[in-house]
C-alpha cells in the first residue's frame, strides 16, 4: 500500500515538474526567460525547457503579430462607438476637427516591452492621440481634410515613431491611417461644406478669367504690334517722302542761285501747266513780242505714246 502511494507521489511531481519545467512557443509568439526575477534570455518557436518556479519563469508575449488599437472610436462585435474624446481637436486655424484612427503596431523588443512600460495598449492609445493633436494643431483645416491629408498622416506616424523610441517602448509602429478626418457632424460640417462650395466657385472663376485672359490678352498684343508696325512704316515713308521734298527743293534752290530769272521764269511756266493745263502759253519777251511756248513734255513722249494720241484724235473727228 505504502508502494502505492509513494508511486503516486512520483508520477504527481513527475507531471507538476513536467508541467512546470515544459513549454510550447507558437509561431506568432516568442518567450521571455526570467531567471530569479531578472531577464535572462529569448525563446523562438517550439517545445522548450525551463527550470521549474520560482527558479525560472516564462512569459509568453504575441511579438511576431500585427496588433490594432483604434483612435477616436472603438469596435465591438460589428459595431462602432465614437470616441469624442480622442476624436475631437483644434486645427493651426482654430477650426474643430474630428479624426479617426487606426495604429498597427508589434513588438519589436521584449525586454523593453516588459519593462519599460506598464500598459502597452493604454500607452500606445494616448502617444498616438498625442501625435495626432500635435500635428493637427499645426494645420489649416481644409489642407488637413483634402489635398494634405496624406502629409499629415505621415507626420503623426513619424512622431509616433519618435515617441517609442524616446521612451524605448519595445513597440514597432508598422502603420498608421486615417479612418475619417472630417469637421464634426451637424452644423459645424455644413457651414464648412458651404465653404468648400464657395471656394470651389471662387476657383472656378478664377481659371475662366485666367483662360479668358490668356486668349485675349495675346490676341491684343497682336493688334497693338501691327498698329505699331503700320505706324512706324508711314512714318518711315513720310519721312522718306519729305526727304526727297528736300532733295528736290535744293536742287531747284542750286538752279536758281545760278540763274535766278530762268530758274523763276520755269517755276512760274510749271506752276501755270499745272493750274491751266489745257491752256496755251506764250512767252513775251524783253522787247514786247510774244513767243509761243514749246511744251517739250510731249513733244519728248515716245512715238507710241504719240501715235496712239493721234489716232484718238482722228477717231474723234
Not at 507710241?304 to 484724235?313: H, P, Y
Request: aromatic share 6%; hydrophobic share 40%.
Amino acid at each position: 500500500m505504502a508502494t502505492k502511494i509513494i508511486a503516486g507521489l512520483i508520477i504527481v511531481l513527475v507531471l507538476i515538474f513536467g508541467s512546470s519545467t515544459f513549454y510550447t512557443v507558437q509561431e506568432h509568439e516568442k518567450a521571455a526567460i526570467l531567471t530569479l526575477g531578472s531577464y535572462s534570455g529569448e525563446k523562438e518557436a517550439g517545445l522548450h525547457f525551463k527550470l521549474p518556479f520560482p527558479i525560472q519563469q516564462v512569459i509568453v508575449l504575441p511579438a511576431k503579430k500585427t496588433q490594432r488599437i483604434q483612435i477616436g472610436f472603438r469596435e465591438a462585435g460589428g459595431k462602432i462607438t465614437p470616441v469624442d474624446e480622442e476624436a475631437m481637436m483644434i486645427t493651426g486655424d482654430e477650426n474643430i476637427l474630428s479624426a479617426d484612427a487606426v495604429v498597427e503596431w508589434n513588438i519589436s523588443d521584449m525586454r523593453n516591452y516588459l519593462y519599460n512600460i506598464d500598459n502597452a495598449e493604454q500607452f500606445l492609445r494616448n502617444s498616438a492621440s498625442a501625435a495626432i493633436r500635435s500635428v493637427i494643431g499645426s494645420t489649416a483645416l481644409d489642407f488637413a481634410i483634402t489635398e494634405g491629408k496624406t502629409e499629415v498622416q505621415g507626420k503623426v506616424k513619424e512622431r509616433l515613431i519618435e515617441m517609442q523610441t524616446k521612451y524605448q517602448t519595445g513597440i514597432h509602429i508598422v502603420d498608421l491611417k486615417f479612418q475619417d478626418i472630417e469637421p464634426p457632424a451637424g452644423d459645424v460640417q455644413n457651414a464648412f461644406k458651404d465653404v468648400t462650395n464657395a471656394r470651389e466657385e471662387k476657383n472656378t472663376k478664377i481659371n475662366v478669367a485666367t483662360k479668358y485672359e490668356n486668349d485675349i490678352l495675346p490676341r491684343e498684343r497682336g493688334n497693338a504690334q501691327a498698329l505699331l508696325e503700320n505706324a512706324q512704316a508711314q512714318k518711315n515713308s513720310r519721312i522718306l517722302n519729305a526727304q526727297g521734298d528736300v532733295a528736290k527743293f535744293n536742287a531747284i534752290y542750286a538752279e536758281y542761285v545760278n540763274n535766278k530769272s530762268v530758274t523763276e521764269s520755269r517755276l512760274v511756266i510749271e506752276t501755270l501747266e499745272k493750274i491751266l493745263p489745257n491752256a496755251k502759253i506764250f512767252i513775251s519777251d524783253s522787247t514786247g513780242e510774244t513767243v509761243k511756248y514749246l511744251p517739250i513734255n510731249e513733244l519728248l513722249r515716245t512715238p507710241t505714246t504719240a501715235a496712239a494720241g493721234t489716232a484718238q484724235g482722228g477717231a474723234a473727228k
